[in-house]
């Protein structure tokens, strides 16, 4: 009985392993489709300076507006382009895009970039940034470039060169979601970091979880003894804005700000902001 049932199991198992492939290899085709058909997008979530209260930058967020299942969030297709290399297209296409609109806003604020760990990976990936710069004639200040701690497990050599190489070009340097992967307190001061996001994980129980404040008060702290920038992410109400407020982080990013909006939209934040002042 018992091998019946592990046969059946396993004619059980077949289809539905045949199945994923298959809805796999439909996706990554309609992946490769959909970046010659420019089906892919940026929204734009605003980075609001503590002191001042005013924009000082925007993180450039791709979605797939796809023809038949509507907008797509990127936690549903990067790992897919990432597995097959369709990531270095249209990670090129996100960074040529978020320049072009950044040349283009009525204020010179910097635009944040995330870069997946397949294109740091990719020797070339300097030259294609600065190319991008100079072709559209972006102060390379203007731009950051978000990388998240998985990239420092390729090997630290490497990784400190190519970090290197992009902040030669003058370039910022994010490390994105920081406290949630691998971090070293020895990564901060080895890598060129300029700025340092704490994740949202941190933030979402404040401000009366006091492990969370004490987690985030003392990297805010620990940026500061680097020299480096910080933004709280997921900051999504008043009470949290108050808190990171009061320990002098840098920058908020957050619903409670706004959320990403798409380009129009967010020309219309930064005019409103304007207004407001
Ligand atoms: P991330 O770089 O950490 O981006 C922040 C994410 O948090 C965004 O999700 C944003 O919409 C969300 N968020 C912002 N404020 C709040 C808040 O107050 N509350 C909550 N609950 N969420 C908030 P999104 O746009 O879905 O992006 C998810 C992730 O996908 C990003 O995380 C980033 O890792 C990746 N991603 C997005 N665009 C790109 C891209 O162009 N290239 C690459 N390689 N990855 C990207
Ligand atoms: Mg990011
Ligand atoms: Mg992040
Ligand atoms: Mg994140």
Redesign the pocket.
């Known amino acids: 009985k018992a091998k019946a049932e592990g046969r059946g199991a396993f004619r059980m198992f077949e289809p539905a392993m045949a199945e994923r492939m298959q809805a796999r290899n439909r996706m990554e085709t309609d992946l490769r489709r959909a970046l010659a058909a420019g089906e892919f997008e940026l929204h734009f979530?605003p980075l609001v300076d503590v002191q001042s209260g005013e924009v000082t930058a925007a993180?450039?967020?791709?979605r797939w507006r796809h023809p038949e299942q509507g907008l797509i969030?990127?936690?549903d297709f990067?790992p897919l382009a990432e597995e097959t290399g369709l990531?270095v297209p249209l990670?090129e296409w996100?960074l040529r895009t978020a320049c072009t609109q950044a040349a283009s806003w009525p204020q010179e604020i910097k635009v944040a970039?995330?870069?997946?760990p397949v294109q740091v990976r990719d020797d070339r990936l300097p030259e294609t940034v600065a190319a991008i710069l100079r072709e559209i004639g972006l102060e390379p200040g203007r731009l950051e470039l978000?990388i998240t701690e998985g990239v420092l497990l390729d090997g630290e050599e490497r990784t400190l060169a190519m970090l290197t190489r992009l902040r030669a070009i003058g370039v910022g340097l994010a490390m994105?979601?920081f406290g949630t992967g691998y971090s070293s307190l020895s990564y901060l001061r080895r890598f060129p970091f300029s700025k340092i996001k704490i994740d949202?994980s941190f933030v979402c129980l404040l401000p009366d979880d006091a492990e969370s404040a004490a987690i985030v008060r003392a990297i805010i702290t620990m940026g500061a003894g680097l020299g480096m920038a910080t933004t709280v992410?997921?900051?999504?109400n008043a009470e949290q804005y108050a808190f990171v407020a009061a320990e002098h982080c840098g920058q908020v990013?957050?619903?409670?700000v706004s959320r990403?909006l798409p380009g129009p939209a967010f020309l219309g934040f930064l005019s409103g902001m304007e207004a407001a002042a």
């Open positions: 979530q993180e450039a967020l791709v969030s990127p936690a990067i990531i990670g996100v970039v995330n870069l997946s978000e994105d979601d949202r992410e997921g900051v999504e990013q957050g619903y409670h990403p």
